[in-house]
């Protein structure tokens, strides 16, 4: 069940920070990538395991095969910054409309809970609160 909202009238404590990400996800979905279309932009700065194993940023095409014998080309675009910078850039990349609609939920979600919890607890225990729904979710 989505909680909408809570019934924590006496509290006033708006969760900034997570209005903050949803924005400045929108806002890198829209401008950057081109809503899902800049696929230069999103292959660039999405992480790349093998890019941060050895520290070498890929500009060829990488070429895979399955276990039917099907063959795929992976493109690879230059990123102007060191490849490490791709664990920050690549929170706020998205495959297309679906995927960032539920990343922009996940937040109001968390905005609902982290809100109840900073105005009971604190604020260390919002941020508790927030990364342990993060990592709820994977289960």
């Known amino acids: 069940m989505f909680p909408i909202g809570d019934d924590n009238s006496d509290r006033t404590i708006t969760p900034y920070v997570n209005y903050a990400i949803i924005g400045l996800n929108i806002l890198v979905f829209v401008l950057l990538q081109g809503l899902g279309g800049n696929d230069a932009f999103t292959y660039a700065f ?58 922009c939920c996940s937040f109001g979600y968390l905005a609902t809970i982290s809100k109840t919890c900073s105005g009971t607890l604190g604020i260390s225990s919002s941020i508790f609160c927030a990364d342990s729904q993060l990592r709820w979710r994977k289960y």
């Open 46 to 103: 999405s992480l790349v395991p093998r890019e941060i194993s050895t520290g070498i940023d890929l500009t060829s095409p990488t070429v895979i095969e399955d276990a039917f014998g099907h063959h795929g080309v992976i493109p690879q675009f230059a990123t102007p910054l060191p490849v490490y910078f791709n664990f920050l850039s690549s929170m706020f990349m998205h495959g297309g409309i679906a995927h960032i609609s539920a990343t």
